[in-house]
């Protein structure tokens, strides 16, 4: 057993490629050789999902236990994503610290200062770290001072590490000693732990992360789960090295897993209160965020709608912020509209499903949430082409807006400035942030309103592009104006695509459609028939591209003979094209619709 005062819950959290997972392995490294000998085989431990490991990313928040000079240290990886915000907040609900990482060749980004903002909202001890050191040490004095002026923090509370070289690791865990305060004694009698992360096992059924806040929780006794009245008896119980490890018992103040044998997935969910009674008080969950972008998935063998279905609601398990809806489609037969919290999640989902679950799938055009108020005074939610009603029924369109802050140096703002305006955006502020001493560098934050809907046709590369890497984007509030909308359907060889169909300004619909019959062109493979591409509003083709044919020799195994011999096979050839263009099914690759996606 082990004191509440010898415990310590921490997170790390940072900007997306400032070095937590790097980081992480070095602490784990230094306090366990039993994690330095899986380091030896794989890196990136706290990456457990292979897509994580491949894509070189954190997409899900993942818990390791250590020791360290006799204390027990509970630390959560989180994602540093926009995307994948919601599962920062959740870890933050477990721990009483936060490691802020900043790399010192990047330096203080947007999405720097919302999980400085998070963690302060969750009244987290917050310990500054300036990362990636070793290959940025002329940059050091400069990084202190934006640390110090950005976000308030003094240069004698910044430790300076680098995850490639483990400098500064044990610094950062003795940090986490002195700064990060123990989890406070709890006045509760009773039992109670919130679940904050689950995964589905074949074997235990639903295995759920938990941080016990009262009581202990121990294997092979009886629980229930608070908001759903489901009771199990715990299977096992025990802590993330960062693999799961079983114990006997997990003691108040922990951080750890239980498993509960339930298979049905709608009966564990995330933000759950387990204790021994039904009775007992619930701790506050989560709150659910809001889907800013929808698509539907349907499988590309109709009969597997089935495998789909159990595999989604087994992935929702582990991704509580999907919003799943029934959905069927003539063309494509069963499938679900899924909300996603950007272009990243809903392109992770999918390939997850295919890779963890073994369903192919065939995603559509993904669309932002428009609201239609029509002439009968009736309000509908539009999340889909085909969810748009006939334009002479509507009385006022409307398209969701959002305010955003950008983080770049001043000199690259011309630049910022018209790419805000191509994508239909509006400065509404500018604000001085601050000057470098030492580079002369000066940084603005531009206060920004534009539709969502462009942020899903590639703006935020666009932004990097313009400002030579260094501009970040944090989200901020959403409202909803006044707009105007066609729908736009493609058709391959003379059939709709429905999933391609696709929601756009009336200005802007051509020049969209070019480059996505483009990318189609280059995406499908020649058949023995040419195919055409059009892009069709109503009945009126505005944008078209052809495929064409491949060419096959049928006379070149003939060594001279009658020339009507030749010409026989040839007119053969030509009817037979002829036939397969008008029956001919032309089978687009799955690849070619997440392409079509990246490009908007």
């Known amino acids: 057993m082990i004191a509440l005062e010898k415990i310590r819950n921490f997170c790390i959290i940072a900007h997306i490629d400032h070095g937590k997972t790097t980081l992480t392995d070095r602490i784990l490294e230094l306090t366990s050789t039993q994690h330095k000998r899986q380091l030896e085989q794989q890196d990136r431990l706290t990456d457990v999902l292979e897509i994580e490991q491949e894509r070189g990313i954190t997409i899900k928040l993942q818990p390791a236990t250590m020791l360290w000079k006799g204390y027990l240290l509970n630390l959560i990886d989180t994602p540093g994503h926009i995307d994948f915000t919601y599962e920062v907040s959740r870890s933050m609900k477990a721990c009483e610290g936060a490691l802020l990482l900043i790399d010192v060749t990047q330096g203080v980004q947007a999405q720097t200062i919302s999980n400085l903002l998070l963690a302060m909202d969750a009244d987290l001890k917050i310990t500054p770290v300036l990362n990636k050191v070793d290959i940025g040490e002329n940059l050091i004095e400069e990084r202190l001072e934006e640390i110090e002026q950005i976000l308030g923090f003094k240069r004698n509370e910044v430790v300076l590490a680098s995850g490639k070289t483990g400098q500064g690791v044990a610094e950062i865990l003795d940090a986490m000693i002195e700064h990060v305060p123990a989890p406070i004694k709890s006045r509760h009698v009773g039992t109670q732990a919130l679940v904050f992360d689950s995964i589905f096992d074949e074997h235990k059924g639903i295995i759920a992360a938990i941080r016990v806040f009262s009581g202990t929780i121990k294997k092979g006794d009886s629980y229930t789960l608070v908001n759903t009245q489901t009771k199990f008896l715990a299977k096992s119980v025990g802590t993330f090295a960062p693999k799961m490890t079983e114990t006997e018992v997990l003691e108040e103040g922990m951080v750890g897993y239980i498993a509960t044998g339930i298979k049905d997935v709608k009966q564990v969910r995330i933000g759950d209160t387990v204790s021994v009674k039904g009775d007992e008080h619930a701790i506050p969950g989560f709150d659910k965020p809001s889907p800013k972008v929808f698509a539907s998935l349907f499988p590309e063998n109709k009969e597997d709608y089935l495998l789909l279905k159990e595999s989604i609601q087994k992935l929702s398990l582990n991704d509580a912020s999907l919003s799943i809806l029934e959905d069927y489609s003539p063309l494509l037969g069963q499938g679900y509209r899924v909300g996603f919290l950007g272009l990243l999640h809903l392109e992770i989902t999918k390939e997850r499903l295919e890779r963890e679950f073994l369903v192919d799938t065939v995603v559509t055009i993904p669309s932002v949430e428009y609201h239609a108020t029509l002439h009968t005074g009736e309000r509908i939610e539009v999340k889909s082409a085909y969810d748009l009603p006939a334009l002479q029924a509507i009385k006022l369109l409307e398209e969701p807006f959002i305010r955003a802050e950008i983080l770049t140096p001043s000199d690259s703002i011309s630049s910022i ?74 058709h391959v060889n003379h059939e709709i695509v429905a999933p391609l169909s696709f929601l756009e300004i009336p200005e802007r619909a051509r020049d969209r459609s070019i480059t996505m019959l483009e990318t189609l062109k280059k995406s499908i493979p020649p058949h023995i028939f040419s195919i055409p591409l059009q892009a069709m509003i109503g009945g009126k083709v505005i944008a078209r591209e052809d495929i064409p044919a491949y060419k096959k020799d049928v006379t070149a195994k003939l060594y001279g003979g009658d020339i009507t011999r030749k010409m026989k096979l040839r007119n053969n050839q030509q009817k037979k094209k002829r036939e397969m263009k008008e029956t001919g099914k032309v089978r687009i690759p799955g690849e070619a619709f997440l392409k079509i996606i990246n490009v908007g």
């Not at 790419?419 to 400065?427: D, L, V």
């Not at 580079?439 to 935020?460: C, I, Q, R, W």
């Not at 959403?478 to 729908?487: A, D």
């Open 417 to 490: 400035y018209d790419t805000i305006m191509s994508y239909r955006g509006a400065i509404m502020s500018t604000k001085d942030m601050f000057t470098s001493r030492v580079s002369n560098l000066h940084y603005v934050t531009l206060e920004v309103d534009m539709p969502y809907a462009e942020l899903l046709k590639g703006f935020f590369s666009v932004m990097k592009s313009a400002s030579h890497g260094y501009a970040s984007l944090q989200y901020g509030s959403f409202s909803y104006k006044p707009t105007e909308l066609v729908k736009v359907d493609i």
